[in-house]
């Protein structure tokens, strides 16, 4: 395994296992202890993915020491505030039996996100949670927070993926000392991802997946990436991407790739809030 080190010197594995969209706890129990089994030590929850108990559970039951683990969660809207932060942050401190979080993140750049980063650095001192940052934080939220803040957010992740490639915003979070974490590395096989011919020739050359390739290319670009999935053979298929390693010429070749804009949604776009609000 490969592994970043983020701004206050903390390790974080380059390639994790994400549970997104798992809402079955016992299905998602099963799929992060297969995950442990493979060698996943970044597992990613989230408070609105309504599985951290799950995550608790396969860690605890794998018998592996926890220190060996990294633990990703993110605190969402409706917890948002330096009161309602911290309430939620005992919470998943006991949703994931451990008495710390190794990164925990603010899952969306709305609420009073400020009072939840203040609780996020008081539970930082306490040596609680090991790392802080953000998640969906477009470049001029990400400056805001970090210019009027104590703590530099460790960690930004946001949509990056071979159509959504974020080279600006990578750009401006390297400047500031932030590591860019990648969600839906494979666009949740929008535009039949997984068929594109120029992914299909490159991993031919390698044999390799379009899977493979994808995740090559980001772990390549320094990118920390969460892929999810149920089945095992899939599971282990991401994970085994570090005997290989893509050429400068194939790597500008996936730039070229890259539509600049969000294969989902935008942060800026009011409806897009207003759904957001609802979700409270």
């Known amino acids: 395994m490969d592994y ?38 970044l597992i990613d929850t989230a408070q609105a993915y309504s599985n951290e108990t799950a995550v608790g559970n396969a860690i605890k039951k794998s018998g592996i020491p926890r220190k060996e683990f990294f633990i990703t969660t993110k605190l969402w809207i409706s917890n948002s505030g330096y009161e309602n932060a911290k309430k939620s942050l005992d ?12 990164l925990v993140l ?15 650095e008081d539970y930082y001192k306490k040596g609680k949670i090991k790392a802080i940052g953000v998640s969906n934080f477009y470049p001029d939220r990400l400056i805001d927070l970090l210019s009027f803040n104590e703590i530099v957010p460790a960690v ?20 500031y000392g932030v590591q860019i974490n990648s969600w839906a590395p494979f ?12 992914l299909k020739e490159i991993g031919e050359k390698y044999d390799k997946t379009v899977a493979q390739v994808i995740l090559r290319w980001l772990i390549q670009r320094s990118v920390v990436v969460i892929p999810k999935s149920v089945h095992k053979e899939r599971i282990e298929e991401n994970f085994d991407v570090f005997d290989f390693e893509l050429s400068e010429e194939d790597m500008e070749t996936i730039k070229s790739l890259d539509c600049g804009e969000s294969k989902f949604f935008s942060h800026y776009d009011p409806e897009i809030v207003e759904w957001f609000m609802t979700m409270k």
């Open 4 to 41: 970043i080190q983020l701004n206050n010197g903390v390790k974080m594995p380059i390639l994790g296992f994400g549970v997104y969209q798992i809402t079955d706890l016992e299905e998602c129990e099963k799929a992060v202890s297969e995950a442990i089994d493979v060698g996943y030590r």
């Open 91 to 102: 919470e998943s401190l006991e949703n994931l039996q451990t008495d710390y979080i190794d």
């Open 106 to 120: 603010i899952h969306q750049p709305f609420g009073d996100y400020y009072g939840t980063y203040r609780a996020l």
């Open 156 to 175: 930004n992740q946001v949509e990056t993926h071979p159509f959504n490639q974020q080279i600006e915003a990578h750009g401006i979070m390297e400047k």
């Open 187 to 198: 666009c949740e096989g929008m535009d039949n991802i997984f068929e594109n011919e120029v």
